[in-house]
């Protein structure tokens, strides 16, 4: 059958898919990254330390496994390049053999990340907290067909005279639109030779690679960066990212549109945590959401805002992911909690809901808060679902039962092996 697997996030991002690719990846052949660059982060932690990946896909610490940057994302070859060495650095093999870079894939140039800073600048507290990474200049402009695809590397007078083209339009906005420096050719060039060039043997035609292997029945996995709420199309738009984060979309932004996606594990943090600007209905404040991020770790480039389960919008996140799993994170987070809060329904103009309203409203639901008690111990040598106090297990099926999905895996810890497989 031709059927494949995807890790992808249920929530805002941040819900541990990293850290569920990297177990996972010993049952599969070929892993793929299909939309998103530089802009989140997955933590994996392994005997080779831990890591923050940004664009190489989850599966670069197994030996055998091929890990496919594919065509849907914002590939920044810079970006990519540091996050290359380091891992060489620690003692991670990295090279044509087991990573590969789809010939589609859209260059992001550091036009778009000056352009993304630019127009935070410019937005003053309107500003969408983006990473500043260049993604949204970046899709822009691969939507107005205006981006250097990785395969003009084999062409260097076609990708010359591209690139004069478009520095030649972009420098028309740098300068007239936000009265910045000019880029030069010179500077492109030689970022060209310093950051692109050296990634030409890992450009390939994935597409054909990934047809052959989906026909000699190799096992494919693929792997979302964010989660559903951030999805371009279904999240909590304009606070959402600028590509499509849906197991939906994984075959089209790998390079294998015929795929079939029969297993999507939606992975789900056992409380909430947003990053930047946006509604996010179950937020905490004060000494209870201090107390949740510094237990929970929740800091990247901004503090993280923190909050109970979102069992609406975590609803929300698996129908729209089609998950036919879920994977539970950071549970022994709470096991310091006396009593567990849940966000189970919002209330807008004075009525209860359970389904998630239309975005632009979103901000005028207030939440509904219950609590259940909490189980006080650590769990996070607990391997098996028996051994989990009653108390997290009626936490585990009341989520279950809510969102209407199999929890499947019930991770304790952020180690590869912390964690609870279940039927
Ligand atoms: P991703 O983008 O979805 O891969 O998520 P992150 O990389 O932001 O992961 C969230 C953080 O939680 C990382 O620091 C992980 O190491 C950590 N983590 C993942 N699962 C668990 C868990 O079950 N318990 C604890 N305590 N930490 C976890």
Redesign the pocket.
Known sequence: MDTCTAIV?INW?????????DLLTEDFDIVCRYQGGGN??????NQYG?F?LHLLP?GVFRPNVMNILGNGMALDPEHLTREIETLRGKGVDISPDNVMISERASLLMPWHRRLDALEEARLKDKKLDTTRKGIAPFYSDKYAKKTILAGELFYPDVLRQHLHDLLEWKNLILTGVYGDEAETEEEINNWVKTYCEPLVPYIRNTGSYLADALWNHKRILFEG???ALRDLDYGIYPFTTSSNVLAAYAPIGSGLPRARVGRIIG?V?AYSSCVGAGPFVCELFGDEAEHLRQI??EY?HLPHRVGPIDLVATRYGVRVQNATEIAL?????LSELDEIPLCTRYRLNGVEIDEMPFPSILSRCEPVFETMPGWKCDI?GVRNWWDLPEAAQNYVKRIEDSVGCIIKWI????ERH??IRRG
């Open positions: 996030g991002g941040d819900e541990g898919k990293g850290r569920m690719v989140a982060g997955h933590t994996i932690v831990e923050m989850s960066q964010l989660g992975v943090k929970g770790r990247g994170t950071k549970l022994d987070v996070t991770s304790v810890g952020p912390s964690i």
